[in-house]
């Protein structure tokens, strides 16, 4: 299975700050049809998961410009600005190129 | 408005039977590809099985291949995970989940990533 490694595991930001979340997989997540599956998805405290950025750099419906995804190859990069307190929760980084589909393990976005 | 709501979950012992339901609404259901996730406590995410559109393909991963099987039925726009041998690893939140989809002018198909979650059932196994 890919391992996908999240760092770090524990984020402390200032409100209106900024912050990247990594997210490095043990294999290539080029896909043979040359798509990179990879995404990203926010889980707020007591929620469910919800998405963000879906194949690298594209933000899902209703998701402000404040977040964005970049990368390529087996390093990712999620970066949030002007953070506010909605952001606050758990990142998890999702691929979807190999199967099984995989996830992070995590990051978890706190008030400094 | 997209909703999925879970049922069915609750405490059962090691070795039995748990069926598990999601009720969607809000979308055309018979569209999209539909899946479970899990979160044991405290823990990630887990993908447990996919299926297509019409049932005829699901997907697992090995930690559940041969004990789970995931189901739907079009006409009530429900989804459903059968869960045998339990085991306590697999105690959980167990998430429905909506594939984002696209269609090629036939056929509608998932892309491979979860636009839309339901709020969870939880399942803990235990003696």
Same mark, same amino acid.
């Given at each position: =299975?890919?391992?996908?490694?999240?760092?770090?595991?524990?984020?402390?930001v200032s409100l209106g700050g900024q912050v990247s979340i990594s997210c490095r997989s043990s294999q290539s997540l080029v896909h043979s049809d040359g798509n990179t599956y990879l995404h990203w998805y926010l889980q707020k405290p007591g929620q469910s998961p919800q998405l963000l950025i879906y194949r690298v750099s594209n933000r899902f419906s209703g998701v402000p410009d404040r977040f964005s995804g970049s990368g390529s190859g087996t390093d990712f990069t999620l970066k949030i600005s002007r953070v506010e307190p909605e952001d606050l929760g758990v990142y998890y980084c999702l691929q979807s190129t190999h199967f099984p589909l995989t996830f &992070?393990? &995590?990051?978890?976005?706190?008030?400094? | 408005e997209v909703q999925l709501v879970e049922s069915g979950g609750g405490l059962v012992q090691p070795g039995r039977s748990l069926k598990l339901s999601c009720a969607a609404s809000g979308f055309t259901f018979s569209n999209y590809y539909m899946a479970w996730v899990r979160q044991a406590p405290k823990k990630g995410l887990e993908w447990v099985a996919t299926i297509s559109t019409s049932g005829?393909?699901? *997907? *697992?991963? =090995?930690s559940v291949k041969g004990r789970f099987t995931i189901s739907r =039925?079009?006409?009530?726009?429900?989804? *459903?995970?059968?869960?045998?041998s339990l085991k306590s690893e697999d105690t959980a939140t167990y998430y429905c989940a909506r594939h984002e989809n696209y269609y090629d002018g036939t056929y509608y198909y998932g892309y491979w990533y979860f636009d839309f979650w339901g709020p969870g059932t939880m399942v803990t196994v235990s003696s």
């Open positions: =299975d890919v391992l996908m490694t999240q760092t770090p595991v524990s984020l402390p &992070g393990s &995590g990051t978890k976005l706190e008030i400094k | 005829s393909r699901t *997907y *697992y991963p =090995d =039925d079009n006409a009530k726009s429900s989804l *459903y995970l059968q869960m045998n």
